[in-house]
C-alpha cells in the first residue's frame, strides 16, 4: 500500500516561486515512473511533469522551461520546482505514479492523494 502526501502548494504572485513534494510510502518508490498532475475546477487533470525510473524528465509545453521534475529515492519523494508562475498554474497539483499507455501518452495508475493547491494571484 503506498500513501502520497503532497505539500509546498499556496498563494504566490505571478513571476513567482514555489516547490512542491510529493512523499510517497511504501517500498517500491525508486521502481516506479513519477509525474505531477494538476487539476482546476471545471476542467480535467492534466499531466504536467513526469520523470522516469532512470531520471528522465518529460514537461508538458505548458510548463516546459518554467517547471523541473526531480526524485529523491532515498527519501521516496517527488520534486516540482515551479518559477515563473502565471495565473493560469493555478490548480490543485497531485502526484502519481506513471506509466506510458503509449509512445506518447503516459497515465497515472496508482492512488491519489489529497493534492496541494496552488493558486497564482496578484
Known amino acids: 500500500q503506498v500513501q502520497l502526501r503532497e505539500s509546498g502548494g499556496g498563494l504566490v504572485q505571478p513571476g513567482g516561486s514555489l516547490r512542491l513534494s510529493c512523499a510517497a510510502s511504501g517500498s517500491r518508490f525508486s521502481i516506479n515512473h513519477w509525474g505531477w498532475f494538476r487539476q482546476a475546477p471545471g476542467k480535467q487533470r492534466e499531466l504536467v511533469a513526469w520523470?522516469?525510473?532512470?531520471?528522465?524528465?518529460n514537461y508538458a509545453d505548458s510548463v516546459k522551461g518554467r517547471c523541473t521534475i526531480s526524485r529523491a529515492n532515498a527519501e521516496n519523494t517527488v520534486y516540482l520546482q515551479m518559477n515563473s508562475l502565471k495565473p493560469e498554474d493555478t490548480a490543485v497539483y497531485y502526484c502519481?505514479?506513471?506509466?506510458?499507455?503509449?509512445?506518447?501518452?503516459?497515465?497515472?495508475?496508482?492512488?491519489w492523494g489529497q493534492g496541494t493547491q496552488v493558486t497564482v494571484s496578484s
Open positions: 520523470i522516469t525510473i532512470s531520471d528522465s524528465t
Open positions: 502519481n505514479t506513471v506509466r506510458p499507455a503509449s509512445a506518447s501518452r503516459w497515465v497515472p495508475f496508482g492512488s
